[in-house]
């Protein structure tokens, strides 16, 4: 059994316009940054209403005009390669010690 009583009832809002309605006041980084917030929000143990509210902003981000879907995607999922993890900028350098006249 879920620890949050969920009232149907109740639930009369329509959560995709509402977040239509926060997305649309967002420019440039800051759609990309509350995506990456709501994600990790996502992730965490929320109540249903509240994961209908995240689900519904997500859907909205990810469907607003002229948003790039590979820069979503890399919010969600980051460098995939363990060079782009774990690399220094020292490691592609090559330095060769001369003697110097």
Known sequence: ???????????TRNYD????ELVKGLRGA??????GIVNKQ???????KRERELQAVKKAIENYPSIDKY?????LNG???????????????????????
């Open 79 to 101: 460098y995939k390669s363990e060079m782009a993890q774990t690399g220094n900028p020292k490691d592609g350098k090559a330095s060769i010690h001369r003697k110097k006249v």
């Open 30 to 35: 800051q759609l990309y940054d509350m995506y």
């Open 1 to 11: 059994m879920s620890k949050w009583k969920y009232d149907e009832k109740a639930d």
């Open 17 to 20: 316009l509402e977040a239509r």
């Open 42 to 48: 996502l992730q965490r143990s929320v109540s249903p």
């Open 71 to 75: 820069r979503l995607d890399f919010t």
